[in-house]
Nanobody
Framework: VQLQASGGGLVQAGDSLEVSCAASPRPYSSSVLGWFRQGPGKEREFVAAIRWGSRNTYYADSVKGRFTISKDNAKALVNLQMNRLKPEDTAVYYC????????????????WGQGTQVTVSS
């Protein structure tokens, strides 16, 4: 499985930004595609996830109501729309793939993309 993340950048607080992840081959319906992030000097943390075979979504409390994860089945894309960005959202954002359908723990994901930098200035 290959994951290619894109769409990061530099924005100001309060702005919006979308990051995307292309999966190859197309994910199985039982799998989960997730987004994690790692800020400077911080551990990698869960952001959001979606089950490929359903519309079930999961969010960290810190982003609930501001971020939306979605998928494009035809293009095998998972998108993370980030609104009302804050400086504390600054991090490298990674997409990840779980064969087993795990959600919350980074160690339970099997494949990782290369990461894309999101920087939010105050």
């Amino acid at each position: 499985v290959q994951l290619q993340a894109s769409g990061g950048g530099l924005v100001q607080a309060g702005d919006s930004l979308e990051v995307s992840c292309a999966a190859s081959p197309r994910p199985y319906s039982s799998s989960v595609l997730g987004w994690f992030r790692q800020g400077p000097g911080k551990e990698r943390e869960f952001v959001a996830a979606i089950r490929w075979g359903s519309r079930n979504t999961y969010y960290a409390d810190s982003v609930k109501g501001r971020f939306t994860i979605s998928k494009d089945n035809a293009k095998a894309l998972v998108n993370l729309q980030m609104n009302r960005l804050k400086p504390e959202d600054t991090a490298v954002y990674y997409c990840a793939y779980s064969w087993r359908g795990s959600i919350w723990q980074a160690r339970e994901y099997d494949y990782w993309g290369q990461g894309t930098q999101v920087t939010v200035s105050s």
